[in-house]
Each structure stands twice: as structure tokens, then as C-alpha cells.
């Protein structure tokens, strides 16, 4: 399988505080990343090294094959950030508007084509809201708002779904019903990378985990990271408690 995300040796630091020391791991194509540490473990840091958001301060990080500073093919990436889906926001657009934005990097400065706005649809199926079309995003629950962003993402051919705590704010059942989608987007040969605080969650669904505290304590399959001592090392006693039903 070929490298999504390849990073070597990564630290990174805000002034004189160190959010990720010496890090290195490499995403496969097809891989469901969990990404799990404490709160102000580094995880979002790392994500956004992961996509370019911020530079590193020493160590090398490739996207798709490419160094992340020199990779420009946004419609790649389908990031959903915690703010994207726990705040509904101003802007007084349709969901099929939100889904639309998807194919703009593909349409470049041409109209969109029939061929466009089937795919929009096609996304929109695919995550089960084609009846909330017309509905403006702003008066969307936290749920339907994560999976406007996911057909998004879709709608844009996106390989890579990168997902920093999507179900903040979101019901049990919606919960369920959203990471049921994410494996089977994964099914379907889309690499994800998933930011969760519920570890039980993370186990049950990721088949690599990575656990960060500043540093990684565990990078592999999630059957290693759950035999593993890692959990006590990046936790402390505070740990939750692992489901793993793989």
C-alpha cells in the first residue's frame, strides 16, 4: 500500500511549549487511524502537521507521496474539524450549496456540469440526506451538520478524511449511525484519520491506533495497542476503559 501521510521525526512546538516531540509514523491507503491521548496531548497538532496547517519545527512530513509544503491538491483532503460540527454558523447557504463547494477545486473557473451535480447527489445519498437538501445549514442538528461536511468531502472525490472529534454535541443514535458511514467510506477504499476522546469507540472501529502524549507511546493494529502498555503510559491511571470487538 502506498504512504498517505508519512511523517518522520516531527516536533513542534507553540514558543517554548512542546506540543509534539519527535514523532514518526506513516498512514497507509485504505488505513482507520485512530488518533486517542489525553486533553493537551498534541493530537490536534498533529493532525494539522499531518495536513500542512502548520510547518514543523525539525522532522519531514509527506502527503500523497509529496512534502506537505509543496502539496496543493486540497481535494484530496476532507477535513472536519470539532468547531465545523458543533457550531452551526452564519453563512445562510442550502445543504446542497455545502455539498457543491465539494467540486469547485474540480470546476476551476467553469461552470459546473450535469456530471457535477450528479455527483453532488450521489454524496448526498451516500450519507443519507438528500431530504435535507434545501435546508439551511445553520438550522441543522450537530449530526446532520457532520454529515453535511462528510458529503462535502465526498463530493470533492476526497482520499483521505481527516476528522478532529465529529460527534461533539451529537445524539447516542447519531453517533452510532455516523461511525457505522465512516466504516463504510473506509470500506470503500477511503483512508481515514479520527480525532475521538471516547477510546471504547476508537478501539471498535480504527484498525491502527496511534497514542500520543507529546510523544508516540504506540503506533500498529488495534489489537497490539490493546495488549499493549500504552494506554497506562500516555494516560496516567485516568485511561478509560478499551472495548475492542474486531
Same mark, same amino acid.
Given at each position: 500500500?502506498?504512504?498517505?501521510?508519512? @511523517?518522520?521525526?516531527?516536533?513542534?512546538?507553540?514558543?517554548?511549549?512542546?506540543?509534539?516531540?519527535?514523532?514518526?509514523?506513516?498512514?497507509?491507503?485504505?488505513?482507520?487511524?485512530?488518533?486517542?491521548?489525553?486533553?493537551?496531548?498534541?493530537?490536534?497538532?498533529?493532525?494539522?502537521?499531518?495536513?500542512?496547517?502548520?510547518? #514543523?519545527?525539525?522532522?519531514?512530513?509527506?502527503?500523497?507521496?509529496?512534502p506537505v509544503s509543496e502539496f496543493d491538491r486540497g481535494e484530496r483532503i476532507g477535513y472536519v474539524s470539532q468547531q465545523a460540527t458543533?457550531?452551526?454558523?452564519?453563512? #445562510?447557504? &442550502?445543504?446542497?450549496?455545502?455539498?457543491?463547494?465539494?467540486?469547485?477545486?474540480?470546476?476551476?473557473?467553469?461552470?459546473?456540469?450535469? +456530471?457535477?451535480?450528479?455527483?453532488?447527489?450521489?454524496?448526498?445519498? &451516500?450519507?443519507?440526506?438528500?431530504?435535507?437538501?434545501?435546508?439551511?445549514?445553520?438550522?441543522?442538528?450537530?449530526?446532520? +451538520?457532520?454529515?453535511?461536511? @462528510?458529503?462535502?468531502?465526498?463530493?470533492?472525490?476526497?482520499?483521505?478524511?481527516?476528522?478532529?472529534?465529529?460527534?461533539?454535541?451529537?445524539?447516542?443514535?447519531?453517533?452510532?449511525?455516523?461511525? +457505522?458511514?465512516?466504516?463504510?467510506?473506509?470500506?470503500?477504499?477511503?483512508?481515514?484519520?479520527?480525532?475521538?476522546?471516547?477510546?471504547?469507540?476508537?478501539?471498535?472501529?480504527?484498525?491502527?491506533?496511534?497514542?500520543?502524549?507529546?510523544?508516540?507511546?504506540?503506533?500498529?493494529?488495534?489489537?497490539?495497542?490493546?495488549?499493549?502498555?500504552?494506554?497506562?503510559?500516555?494516560?496516567?491511571?485516568?485511561?478509560?476503559?478499551?472495548?475492542?470487538?474486531?
Open positions: 500500500m502506498n504512504p498517505v501521510v508519512d @511523517i518522520e521525526n516531527v516536533t513542534f512546538a507553540y514558543g517554548d511549549s512542546v506540543a509534539v516531540r519527535d514523532v514518526s509514523l506513516t498512514i497507509s491507503e485504505g488505513d482507520f487511524l485512530g488518533l486517542i491521548g489525553p486533553n493537551g496531548s498534541g493530537k490536534t497538532t498533529l493532525l494539522h502537521l499531518m495536513l500542512g496547517l502548520y510547518a #514543523p519545527d525539525s522532522g519531514s512530513i509527506e502527503l500523497f507521496g509529496e458543533s457550531r452551526g454558523g452564519t453563512m #445562510p447557504v &442550502t445543504v446542497r450549496e455545502v455539498v457543491t463547494m465539494g467540486r469547485f477545486p474540480h470546476a476551476g473557473h467553469a461552470r459546473l456540469t450535469e +456530471r457535477d451535480r450528479e455527483i453532488v447527489d450521489d454524496a448526498m445519498e &451516500t450519507v443519507g440526506i438528500t431530504d435535507l437538501a434545501d435546508q439551511r445549514a445553520n438550522q441543522l442538528s450537530g449530526g446532520q +451538520r457532520q454529515r453535511a461536511f @462528510i458529503a462535502r468531502a465526498l463530493a470533492s472525490e476526497a482520499d483521505l478524511l481527516a476528522l478532529d472529534e465529529p460527534t461533539v454535541g451529537v445524539d447516542a443514535e447519531s453517533r452510532d449511525e455516523f461511525y +457505522r458511514l465512516l466504516e463504510s467510506l473506509n470500506e470503500s477504499g477511503i483512508t481515514i484519520v479520527l480525532i475521538e476522546h471516547d477510546i471504547g469507540v476508537v478501539t471498535d472501529r480504527a484498525d491502527h491506533i496511534a497514542c500520543i502524549n507529546q510523544e508516540l507511546y504506540h503506533h500498529g493494529d488495534t489489537e497490539s495497542f490493546v495488549e499493549s502498555d500504552a494506554l497506562t503510559e500516555a494516560y496516567g491511571t485516568s485511561g478509560q476503559v478499551v472495548h475492542h470487538h474486531h
